[in-house]
């Protein structure tokens, strides 16, 4: 790697590394050390791990069908899902707590109908819950990343295996295999990273404390125990766990190999009746899987939209211009990181840490680091813009380093012969060749800084009101018609959001 | 009373004086007190009209910012502050004695604590909707005795809730050594575990639970303000939990004379007629028209249970357990 | 004058070693059983490959640890010798200039270059939508831009048809005499060393000696080369 190419990732490695370590090293010192784990600390942790794994592994096993199945089919309303796909997980989980109990709690709409067919019921509450939550925020990922590596198949591939007449099977084995050996482990990296940190959703759908997950137990050991050294040693803990599964995905990570294309349009190989029919029930069951809950929230937030106060608008727009900053900061990261990725382990890693942060113990580090040298009031804004970012970053690198992985494999040699090198690479070949991956992350960072609360929270001044801030203030003060209402906006802004920046990147991808 | 529990330490200092006359008075208050809709803004301006002073909240988790700022904190007072942080505030040692008269306060419990000033008070109790729920439970026993499908409640966790702390502390105050086996009776009737208090009551009031563990003062909101007497408290004989909020002025405050005039308003008749429809809560004293009608009329438990200090801070981690043991099962 | 000096390449278990002297402007065929290194060798040459040894040298200068880019070279590879995003025009312009700064007096040369190798009018297209033959000549035409002293052709034409394969190698060899351009070939096929190349290197058994005239060493081929040729 040339120097010129090195410097920005190196930079950006740090600074990702430093907002997740620095902290975390921080707290540490001022507990004076670190405590002894709990045995309740060990069962959080078990239960921390095997529903992130089998959640992860679930997300990514529905994922194949559903997106092999919008890969082939096409039909009205078919870029809608597509672009519905990012909205689910980048709810506040309060909002789609209730979304999700609106649709399968107790007296929710899939047991009222079972009771209508005389079945009986079923209930939501149990590591079966935890887990259908975590699918429901991550599905849609996964489903994204998976549809993606199809896309990234070069249509001469496939041509050439329908000229040699392979059947299904062998498409497989020759060319869809492969695909997902390379996408697969990152996309559920990526959902394990996430289901790690999970803590009010698991509390609630895990129905009580056997469902407390490691962040729960960092939560107690702050607030209820104040044993900030525990703390501490936890969030360790989460940081090594997210190494470790790092590397473990690293090692099942095959490149595709596919070569490039020519960009020629591309012609999903026709498939026979059966498969129809199969298509026809992934996508069905998909999306009624994922509108469903989504439009229970709308449902009850539609009417409530017309009496929200201004502040609650005002809120909306704090939080349209956060998440336009933290967008911009998120692609600066993410690219130079990417780019470096394949070839350097460590800015994968550096990309990937945030992940692992425990928002309790960021914050409180932060401060501590913060407070001697400056007021942290006057740091709110940017210290929230750049954690938002930090925090999307691991979602961006996912995104980007498949594109990213096969853009230098195709190209890196000719561009080197041709002198290709700095800007007028960047703008001649990386930003047109990654522009549609490049539009997605963006979406994701964008509608990720407009839902995320556990950041600003850190940093709030009771003034700058964002809208996930408010729609909190609303809940807290018995307003559960009028928070309907700011969810129903803020699922609205965000999905507007994530839209509209996913659109942006797939037109200006000159294929 | 409104219950905030954000997500998160909210770590902030107060912003550097603006270049003005008047003295500033800074105040560390939890999240949802500067809301619109918290009882933030009408302090500030009741305040503001007699202080001669420019009132500033700085909005977050008191207790731990404070803790972690030690002798260099800006704060001249923290409102907000609950029970259970109480022994640990005052082992800072940077809390000064409020000065007041406590028996001026007209609690349902003897108050003598010198530096912490309570200014609002409750209950916790199970809340629901008497048009849904046909057979309440009459006591803390016909609750525990029922059977597993009679009622379906939200809780909040007493890990990162005050709620779901009181409740422990109920249960204790009321079975004491038999506190376990009566968590045993009442997880399978517990239908979820909540973060906060906003999830639970949200599940309530989407119909998801029969009944919410919430306070006997929370249905005066839907009386008054959503002219709704639908959701009720159950009152149970065996007497209720306290749960109160707390303030208390800083050793360290360089405008003393100002934190003390904050903890003089807290107590004048200005502050506590109108606490009650800004927090929804009891004044810490009640006069006659403190109470506005809706208040009046809920029915008040005849005993309030309430452990003292270093009873609660010895009884909370076994309590934890027997809780945790309980929902193992 | 190209000079591999001492030059060792080694790629796992495969090593190369060479050490040969090409004369400015000859047309020298590189030839040899499949994976003896023909590749590997013009890899080396145009900066793809280190050399664990020795030193490659252009008109006397080293360039052995230029960027590919920098050096006096243009190399057309067997495949992906386009970026399929840009047009035709611009896929040429980078021989002008990598950050496509095109004026008015580039794309006349563009145009020019184009007429050349017989693609009028057909600048704005993408690669897709031309021909194998028709992308080999873009790539052609923006060597001809480049205008670099040496040619390295990693078998650019083997997916042509024969008659389209001589038509393309009967370019390379008119715009390497206009340009005295020196052209290192990778061949299988003896009729096209015969015919364009009067030099050939016969890449075996771990070497790459000096060039020898063509017609002797195929008309008299050493063991490595016969078995190679199918006698």
């Not at chain 1, 490695?13 to 002894?36: F, T």
């Not at chain 1, 137990?217 to 969030?235: C, P, T």
């Amino acid at each position: 790697m040339s120097p010129a190419r090195a410097l920005p990732a190196a930079l950006a490695a740090m600074l990702a590394a430093a907002l997740v370590l620095a902290p975390l090293a921080a707290v540490i010192g001022r507990a004076g050390g670190l405590s002894a784990l709990t045995r309740a600390d060990g069962a959080a942790l078990w239960f921390t791990l095997w529903q992130a794994a089998l959640s992860a592994l679930l997300s990514c096993l529905l994922a194949v069908p559903v997106a092999r199945a919008l890969y082939r089919r096409r039909f009205p309303g078919r870029e809608a899902l597509i672009a519905l796909m990012g909205a689910p997980f980048l709810l506040p989980s309060i909002v789609a707590i209730l979304g999700l109990i609106a649709v399968f709690g107790r007296r929710g709409a899939l047991n009222a109908a079972l009771g209508t067919l005389g079945l009986p019921t079923l209930s939501v509450y149990g590591a079966h819950g935890v887990i259908l939550a975590h699918v429901f925020f991550n599905l849609p990922l996964a489903t994204r990343m998976v549809l993606h590596g199809w896309q990234a198949i070069p249509s001469e591939r496939l041509r050439l295996a329908a000229s040699l007449g392979l059947g299904p099977a062998e498409v497989t084995r020759h060319l869809e295999r492969p695909m997902l050996r390379a996408v697969l482990p990152g996309a559920a990296l990526a959902i394990f990273l996430v289901c790690l940190s999970s803590f009010a959703v698991a509390l609630v759908l895990g129905g009580g404390p056997r469902a407390t997950t490691v962040e729960l137990a960092i939560y107690q050991a702050f607030r209820f125990d104040a044993d900030l050294g525990r703390a501490a040693a936890l969030a360790l803990v989460q940081v090594a766990l997210a190494l470790a599964a790092l590397a473990l995905a690293a090692r099942f990570t095959l490149p595709a190999g596919f070569g490039a294309g020519l960009d020629r349009p591309g012609a999903p190989l026709p498939a026979p009746g059966l498969r129809r029919i199969k298509d026809g029930a992934a996508i069905t069951l998909a999306a009624a899987f994922l509108i469903a809950p989504l439009g229970a929230i709308a449902l009850r937030g539609l009417p409530a939209l017309a009496d929200l106060p201004p502040s609650v608008w005002h809120a909306a727009a704090t939080s349209l211009a956060l998440a336009a900053g933290s967008t911009l900061v998120t692609l600066a990261l993410a690219l130079p990181l990417s780019l470096a990725a394949p070839r350097a382990r460590w800015a994968e890693a550096a990309a990937m840490l945030p992940m692992a942060a425990s928002p309790l113990v960021l914050g409180t580090g932060l401060f501590l680091i913060a407070r001697p040298v400056v007021s942290p009031t006057a740091l709110a804004l940017p210290v929230t813009l750049i954690v938002n970012a930090a925090m999307s970053l691991p979602f961006a690198l996912r995104l980007l380093l498949p594109e990213v992985r096969s853009l230098q494999a195709d190209y890196d040699r000719l561009a080197a012969a041709l002198n290709l090198t700095g800007l007028a690479r960047l703008r001649l070949l990386t930003l047109p060749r990654l522009a549609r991956p490049l539009g997605f992350a963006a979406g994701i960072a964008a509608a990720f800084s407009m839902g995320d609360l556990g950041v600003i929270t850190l940093f709030s001044d009771g003034r700058t009101q964002t809208l996930p801030l408010a729609l909190y203030a609303l809940m807290g003060s018995y307003r559960m018609d009028q928070a309907a209402g700011a969810a129903c906006l803020l699922m609205g802004l965000t999905f507007a959001l994530f839209w509209a920046l996913d659109r942006i990147g797939r037109h200006a991808d000159p294929r | 009373m409104k219950k905030p529990l954000m997500l998160a330490a909210c770590l902030m200092v107060a912003s550097p004086a603006l270049a003005e006359d008047k003295p500033v008075l800074t105040v560390y208050a939890p999240d949802y007190f500067t809301s619109e809709w918290g009882p933030g803004p009408a302090i500030e301006a009741g305040f503001e009209k007699s202080c001669g002073c420019d009132l500033r909240f700085v909005a977050g988790d008191v207790l731990p910012r404070i803790l972690l700022e030690g002798d260099k904190t800006a704060a001249d007072v923290a409102i907000g502050l609950n029970t259970d942080v109480m022994a640990r505030a005052r082992a800072t040692g940077l809390f000064a004695p409020h000065g007041e008269d406590v028996g001026r306060l007209t609690l349902p419990i003897a108050w003598t604590d010198d530096i912490f000033l309570p200014f609002d008070w409750s209950e916790i109790a199970f809340v629901y909707d008497k048009t849904k729920l046909k057979n309440p439970p009459k006591s803390f026993q016909e609750l525990l005795d029922a059977p597993a499908d009679a009622y379906k409640i939200a809780i909040e966790d007493p890990r990162s809730a005050i709620s779901g702390l009181a409740l422990l502390l109920w249960v204790k105050a009321v079975y004491g050594e038999k506190a376990g086996e009566a968590w045993e009776k009442l997880a399978p009737k517990v239908l979820t575990v909540t973060q906060d208090w906003s999830t639970a009551y949200g599940l309530f009031t989407d119909g998801e639970v029969d009944m919410v563990l919430s306070f006997t003062t929370s249905p005066a909101y839907h009386r008054i303000a959503e002219n709704d007497d639908t959701k009720v408290a159950a009152i149970f004989p065996e007497g209720h939990y306290f749960y109160t909020e707390v303030a208390a002025q800083l050793k360290t405050s360089k405008q003393p004379e100002l934190a003390q005039k904050f903890m003089d308003y807290l107590l004048s008749d200005a502050f506590q007629g109108m606490i009650a429809t800004a927090n929804w809560s009891y004044p810490s004293i009640i006069k006659p028209g403190f109470l506005p009608e809706g208040f009046e009329t809920l029915p008040r438990p005849e005993k309030t249970l309430f452990f003292s200090e270093t009873e609660a801070e010895a009884l909370r981690g076994p309590a934890l357990e027997e809780w945790r043991a309980a929902f193992g099962k | 004058m190209l000079t591999l000096d001492d030059l060792l390449l080694e790629q796992g278990d495969f090593r190369l070693s060479a050490d040969l002297t090409v004369t400015r402007g000859a047309r020298v065929a590189v030839m040899g059983p499949s994976g003896a290194g023909k590749s590997t060798l013009l890899a080396a040459i145009a900066g793809f490959l280190a050399p664990t040894r020795g030193r490659i040298l252009w008109a006397g200068a080293d360039i052995t640890r230029l960027a590919p880019g920098a050096r006096p070279l243009s190399i057309l590879f067997q495949d992906q010798n386009l970026f399929p995003h840009l047009s035709v025009e611009q896929n040429i312009g980078l021989g002008l200039d990598p950050k496509l700064r095109l004026g008015r007096a580039e794309h006349a040369r563009i145009d020019a270059a184009l007429a050349q190798v017989g693609l009028d009018g057909m600048g704005r297209r993408k690669p897709a939508a031309l021909s194998g033959g028709q992308q080999s000549r873009v790539a052609l035409a923006r060597t001809l831009l480049r205008d670099r002293p040496l040619l390295l052709l990693d078998e650019p034409f083997a997916a042509l048809g024969p008659a389209l394969k001589a038509e393309m190698l009967a370019l390379v060899a008119g715009i390497a005499s206009a340009q005295g351009t020196t052209v290192l070939m990778v061949s299988h096929d003896p009729a096209d060393a015969r015919s364009l190349c009067p030099e050939t290197i016969l890449v075996a058994e771990g070497r790459a000696p000096q060039p020898q005239p063509t017609a002797p060493l195929l008309d008299h081929p050493p063991p490595a080369l016969r078995a190679y040729l199918g006698g």
